[in-house]
């Protein structure tokens, strides 16, 4: 055996075997508990026949968070305007919808998330080349600009009012969207979203995916050792627009109707706050914050509208100054804790 | 109307309203230059200081520049309190939860202020001498609109005088070009940021109590014209007064026009050009380049 060849077998024993090395294999394995989102969404859909029209606005919510999380959370890509993709993907499945072009609902989320797609790819190509201040304004003005042509266009878009009634064709042709029942929304979006999820979860595992939590983390060294960044960056801003179009197509569908909230500062800030909430970078972030948020927003803000805002800005604050990982970040702080407590004792 | 006096209108009509988010928004392009912080909740000093405006003309029956002046330093004092206890914290921190945080402040305004005052507009009553029409020679204008406009001229001059001829300003310019360098030299860069922050604050109240009677004052206020304070900051270039100036008064204009012209949704204009504008130049018009 020659020297090389025994250093070779050598290194090769040290990558399998080393701590490190043992983590970075061991990390996509599926574990027990990620089953539980899942069990628990089929719990409520038996649980709470009343709510599932909430059920469904949070299994979207969760979704637009998701999209979010790539591009922020993985990618570290700033933004205030994500709103815009999720208004693509909602006026996309309308448009078709109202003028009887096409209302069969999965064929018009694919199409939703080919808009938004093409709308991140292009918007993605000249924003990303700023950072920064400037990267946060133009991704404002980008959904402001999608707003305004919106608004422009009410001939076609019913401008402010929005389009009512959008007839939506039944899922395969026999499950019908009843809008006093939302099973069928309620199961539908769960489908999309545990499609949407597997991919998600695959992407951010792969080498892509690890790159794009490299560029965040050192973007000087990913450029030294020869990432290509850009192209990088633009990719998965790409797919993180195509999934919020998916997520603005379901919002359409399940609502039956699209309006200019769909596009608007508010919804773009309401999920950086969704994801934020629950845990950026960390997959499962989305799911807690929007389940966190929703239900407050859902029970709290009804009734109290100021003391929500007041709370809701409270919270804020105490994340950005304490908890800086969200819920989840929380947890697992508290967790190691409990734990190095639990060793010394 | 003949074009003439049309046009003149227009343009006055757009500086004045441009003055107003001068005033508001130098603040903001001083302390995001200087300290390099996101702070979304800028709109809601304004907010805050025309209200204490308001409150001091309506309640108490304070004279209209003392009012100003009551909302200059109430709102200038808060603004210390916040910088030393809260946004000292995240000056380090990630842009993220700059946002995040400024965001949570807009929201803790927005209810504190619906809670304690309501929801509804708050009227403004100008002083008698500010009302009426206003004799130019060469056309009819509001008095008031005529009024901000040299208002705001004199402020761009005071802030540049103090800004390119006095100590203070010098320091002010080194800590934007070279923190670490400037702190090495012995200047208080602790103390100086926040001078400059409760200025910015205070400058802010008193755009949002001048610009109360045209653009409304209600706690949507910080919320709906956030993005314009933002918009004239990137483009006219962090730090920059003179770039703030330019890129205020062309957004007043501008918006003024397409407001007439084009009352629904001409302000798609105003979001393309900034976007064509901060493409062609990342760091604003004004702005000098990170390097």
Redesign the interface.
Known sequence: MSVAAASATAAAAVSTDHPAARVLIRRHRLRLWEALPWIAAIAFYFAFPDYLGFGAELLIAILFALSLDLALGYAGIITLGHAAFFGAGAYTVGLLASYGIWTEPITSLLLAALMAAVIGFASGLVLLRTRGLTLLMLTICTMALLGEAANMAHDYTGGFDGLPSLPIAPVFGVFEFNPLYANTQYLYALAVLFLCFVFVRTLVHSPFGQSLTGIRENLLRMHAVGSPVRRRLVICYTISAALAGIAGGLWAQANAYVNLSALDLDRAATVLIVLILGGYGRLYGAFVGAVAYMVLAHFLAEVYPTAWQLGLGVLLVLIALFARNGILGLGETLWRRLAARRAAS | MDFGTSFASIVLGGLSAGTVLFIVSVGLSVT?GLMGF?NLAHGAFAMFGGYVMVLAMNDAHVGFAASLLTGFVVTAALSVVLERL?YR??YR?????????T??????????I??AIGPESQPIMLPPALRGQLNLGFTQYRTYSVFLIVVGLAIVLGIWFVFERTRIGAQIRATVDNRNMAESLGINVDRLFTVTFAFGSGMAAIGGGLGAEFLGLDPQYA?KY??YF??V??VGG?GSIVGVYCAALTLGVLDFTLKLYLP?????FI??L??LL??WR??GLFGRRET
């Open positions: 995001m996101v809260l914290r995240l921190s990630g842009e993220l939860d700059q946002v995040l945080f965001i949570g402040l807009i929201f803790i305004f927005m209810a504190t619906t809670i919320l956030l993005v933002l918009i900051v990137s962090l629904k949704g001409g302000t798609i979001y393309a900034t976007i901060l493409l990342p760091q």
